[in-house]
């Protein structure tokens, strides 16, 4: 199967092509470095000029669409904020706009999502139905589901992957906690009651192929362990697990005086997201526990 991928320098999208690589399909890459193109498997788009080479959608399957500016890197200014909404919401309606265009279309199209859409949900665990918050996260969620569903949907199907904390030690969020965890500085942010929804990079990637392959997966879809933890737990299986003491705190207050509202949304919000419909549907979770999660990905 050749697939389109976005994204595909970042986290998930690099391990995504190695993973569809190693089960004998093509990936096919959307890129922003013109240096990479090669206009066999890497081909030159520009979301923010609205610039698509659409010979890199010839004969494709499906379009997995992961790119957008990182969240979680650095305070959101105004400024900030408009390119983590353009590079998810422009980017998505330019793909919409080509598949639109094409006689032939892919059959299917997933976009990653996010649960900030659910905003603080509290101790309530939330599924799929659950309305968008009306913070930043609720808004900047909605406008890029919102563009997805563009796309005419008896052509071609559309999944919005709602990923919870995506967890891997080679990048995102445990990549940057790793070294204070491991020096014995790990800390518990806020009251640590918050929930995290969670899920290990590997099978994050089998849910990208389960979504990719079963036709009866449209619309939102939760993507995560069905065991989300409290902050304090997954600090200290972190530490637990690296034979390190937590015991360092960072208030609320403080949090917000280090980080703003990016670390308020991504460190103190709770939200205990559940994967009704992958799990309605069988997927069985390698990692779905936090310990042994933690201990396949650090080898502990
Ligand atoms: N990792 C998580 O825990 C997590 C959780 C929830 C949701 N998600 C979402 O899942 C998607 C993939 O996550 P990830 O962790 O792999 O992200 P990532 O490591 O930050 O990579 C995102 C990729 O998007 C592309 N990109 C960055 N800025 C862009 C811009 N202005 N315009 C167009 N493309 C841009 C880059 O690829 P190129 O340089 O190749 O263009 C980059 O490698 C993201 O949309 C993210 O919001 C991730």
Redesign the pocket.
């Known amino acids: 199967m050749k697939v389109l991928i976005?994204?595909?320098?970042?986290?998930?999208?690099s391990s995504l092509c190695k993973h569809l690589e190693r089960s004998g399909h093509t990936p096919v890459?959307l890129?922003?470095?013109f240096s990479l193109v090669d206009s066999k498997t890497c081909f030159y788009w520009n979301?923010?000029k609205a610039e698509l080479d659409t010979h890199a959608l010839k004969e494709v399957e499906g379009i997995i669409h992961?790119?957008?500016?990182?969240?979680a890197k650095g305070r959101w200014t105004h400024r900030r904020k408009q390119?983590l909404i353009r590079?998810?919401v422009d980017?998505t309606r330019l793909l919409v706009e080509a598949i639109e265009s094409m006689s032939s279309p892919p059959s299917f199209m997933l976009n990653?999502?996010?649960?900030?859409i659910y905003g603080d949900t509290g101790e309530r665990q939330v599924v799929e139905s659950e309305p968008a918050a009306h913070d930043f996260l609720g808004e900047l969620g909605s406008a890029w589901e919102n563009a997805l569903s563009e796309l005419d949907q008896t052509k071609t199907r559309s999944v919005a992957m709602r990923?919870?904390?995506?967890l891997s030690p080679k990048?995102?969020?445990l990549k940057s906690m790793l070294p204070a965890f491991r020096m014995g500085g790990g800390a518990i942010f806020g009251s640590g009651r918050q929930f995290v929804s969670w899920t290990t990079l590997d099978d994050a990637l089998r849910m990208i192929t389960t979504l990719a392959s079963h036709d009866g997966y449209q619309g939102p879809v939760n993507c995560m362990s069905p065991h989300a933890v409290r902050f304090e737990t997954f600090a200290k299986t972190l530490g637990g697990v690296l034979h390190r003491p937590v015991f360092l705190k960072l208030s609320a207050r403080m949090v917000g005086f280090i980080f703003g509202e990016m670390g308020k949304s991504t460190l103190l919000t709770s939200c205990r997201a559940h994967p009704q419909k992958l799990l309605e549907k069988g997927f069985s979770f390698q990692h779905p526990e936090i310990e042994p999660a933690l201990r396949h990905l650090l080898n502990r």
Request: aromatic fraction near 2%.
């Open positions: 976005t994204g595909s320098s970042g986290l998930i999208g890459k890129v922003r470095n979301p923010s992961l790119a957008g500016e990182n969240i390119a590079s998810r980017s990653a999502s996010a649960i900030g990923f919870g904390l995506v990048g995102g969020a």
